[in-house]
């Protein structure tokens, strides 16, 4: 296993100027991912759906960044946050995420993803008062590479993990939710009771 720095494996840069003038996402088809959109999912490895949609006027001069573009929050409160997705389809970013293109004949991108999951932000900045990372800084980012078929090995293997606890997460949110009907259905009940004895008394 190697220790390389992040822009020795990746294209880093900044997302887009976002476009201020409202015709602009008229009709528009072109996702554009904002750190609004980043900050819903917290972290995701398929990100698909951007609440903003660029028309052809909108994305004229923007850089179109690919899908497996990995976006790291670089500015704002959210850069504490340690935000971390995967573009799922090709798309427009704006210039307050990072954007990173892996080389994938060096990297695969889920393992460089989940590598940096494990990044916090505030190791990363001289002046925490001021939530601000240069492209540069997060370029200096050491990454541990093992083979590619050792890498491919770990995500399968986080990706089962991973499975297991999105199921029992599932699976507690139903019994949440199954607990909060029989609480609303013993409320109910109770209610009625107390009701029902006040018009006895009557």
């Known amino acids: 296993m190697k220790i390389v720095k992040l822009h020795e494996i990746a294209d880093i840069s900044s997302g887009n100027p976002a476009p201020q003038k409202k015709e602009l996402f008229i009709n528009g088809k072109y996702?554009?991912?904002?750190?609004?959109?980043?900050?819903?999912?917290?972290?995701?490895?398929?990100?698909?759906?951007?609440?903003?949609?660029?028309?052809?006027?909108g994305i004229k001069g923007l850089r179109l960044f690919p899908k497996g573009t990995i976006l790291f929050p670089k500015s704002g409160a959210s850069t504490f946050l340690n935000h971390r997705v995967i573009m799922g389809i090709d798309g427009y970013v704006v210039s307050h995420l990072a954007t990173?293109?892996?080389?994938?004949?060096?990297?695969?991108?889920?393992?460089?993803?989940?590598?940096?999951?494990?990044?916090?932000?505030?190791?990363?900045?001289?002046?925490?008062?001021?939530?601000?990372?240069?492209?540069?800084e997060i370029g200096k980012i050491e990454i541990a590479i093992p083979s590619m078929e050792e890498q491919r090995k770990i995500v399968a293997k986080l990706d089962k993990s991973l499975s297991r606890i999105t199921k029992a997460e599932k699976l507690l949110r139903q019994n949440i939710a199954n607990v909060a009907d029989l609480q609303k259905s013993i409320l109910a009940e109770a209610f009625k009771l107390d009701s029902d004895t006040h018009t006895h008394a009557d």
């Open 31 to 57: 996702p554009f991912f904002r750190t609004s959109d980043v900050g819903a999912v917290h972290l995701s490895d398929n990100l698909k759906t951007p609440r903003d949609l660029l028309n052809d006027e």
């Open 100 to 136: 990173i293109v892996p080389d994938i004949t060096k990297v695969d991108t889920k393992y460089l993803y989940n590598f940096l999951i494990q990044i916090d932000a505030k190791d990363l900045l001289g002046d925490q008062s001021y939530p601000s990372l240069r492209t540069a």
